[in-house]
């Protein structure tokens, strides 16, 4: 089981920037975000991913404002977002995998190790 631990949430008005890290224990095929706009009610939605070969994909909601990356010496994640939006607000989960058979993104159901999640707040 891969230790997911995020950081770097908070509170920013809409057009400012964050950038979320997900230090883990040990990287994976495929390692990403999820986030969920409302705690118990809803879906995960798929943020932005990246495989073990730095292959990077990301929502269509999120493309051009967020960017994933991944730094294998400090065994970190991130997630530098700007230009954010109310929209953008919720809890963002850190999550990995192997089953390279898989996708890297696709259904929150396929990951089987999460962070415990950090919240992000867009002020209009």
């Known amino acids: 089981q891969v230790q997911l631990v995020e950081s770097g949430g908070g509170s920013v008005q809409a057009g400012g920037a964050l950038r979320l890290s997900c230090a883990y224990s040990?990287?994976?095929?495929?390692m990403g975000w999820f986030r969920k706009a409302h705690e118990g009610v809803g879906a995960h939605e798929a943020v932005?991913?990246?495989?073990?070969?730095?292959?990077?994909t990301y929502a269509d909601s999120v493309k051009g404002r967020f960017a994933i990356s991944k730094d294998n010496a400090k065994h970190t994640l991130y997630l530098q977002m700007s230009s954010l939006k109310p929209e953008d607000t919720a809890m963002y989960y850190c999550?990995?995998?192997?089953?390279?058979?898989?996708?890297?993104?696709?259904?929150?159901?396929?990951?089987?190790?999460w962070g415990q999640g950090i919240l992000v707040t867009v002020s209009s």
């Open positions: 999550v990995a995998k192997e089953k390279p058979w898989q996708p890297c993104g696709g259904s929150p159901y396929w990951y089987n190790d």
């Open positions: 040990a990287s994976t095929f495929c």
């Open positions: 932005a991913f990246m495989k073990d070969d730095g292959t990077a």
